[in-house]
């Protein structure tokens, strides 16, 4: 896998400079047990409102069940299927909506998700390991298949695995592969003091 750092206005964190969204990934080589759990210990750890953990994953390892894996795999848009298909774990992030103290409405509960997502992530790279999360997939049929209750939320699936060379993707892929990463600029997304003033 080749280093795509980020470029940044300050130096940050190099474990989060270095994190990005891959999709090759090697074929054929599973992710560890205690790497797949440090994956999930990491998720386990995020903050959440009132400390609720308003998160769920489903997580499929193509060593572990294959069924499973291929269960999560066919709910895939085609276009994630075709690279996908070569990493070994398949997470399927949701969000329970009610906070579990009191079953009221958890406006945060898709926030908190991310941000245990974006744990796994980090660990992943820490792991030397790539993931990337993925919006394209049938919620329906995933619900369906893996007996998820009607009222959580399906927010992504993560696909994680060992990172591949770029020449292993379909030829319409390799060129993102391959391209430098890019932000918009801080001041455009940013606002110092007031919607639309940008920071300096």
């Not at 291929?70 to 075709?82: A, K, P, T």
């Amino acid at each position: 896998m080749s280093e795509k750092n980020a470029i940044t206005a300050v130096p940050v964190d190099p474990l989060i400079a270095r994190r990005w969204s891959p999709r090759a990934f090697v074929a054929g080589r599973a992710v560890e047990r205690e790497q797949r759990l440090a994956l999930l210990e990491a998720a386990r750890w995020a903050p959440s409102c009132f400390g609720d953990q308003p998160w769920r994953f489903v997580v499929c390892d193509r060593f572990d069940d294959a069924e499973a894996w291929q269960g999560l795999h066919d709910c895939l848009v085609e276009f994630n299927q075709q690279w996908a298909k070569n990493a070994p774990l398949l997470i399927l992030a949701t969000a329970v909506p009610n906070f579990s103290h009191n079953d009221e409405p958890n406006r945060w509960h898709q926030y908190d998700v991310g941000a245990a997502s974006e744990n796994l992530c980090l660990q992943a790279a820490a792991l030397g390991l790539a993931a990337h999360q993925m919006g394209g997939f049938d919620a329906d049929r995933a619900r369906a298949r893996f007996g998820i209750p009607p009222e959580v939320d399906l927010l992504a699936v993560i696909a994680v695995g060992h990172p591949g060379a770029p020449d292993e993707l379909a030829e319409e892929l390799r060129g993102a592969e391959q391209e430098p990463r890019s932000r918009a600029p801080l001041g455009e997304r940013f606002f110092r003091g007031g919607w639309g003033s940008p920071v300096e």
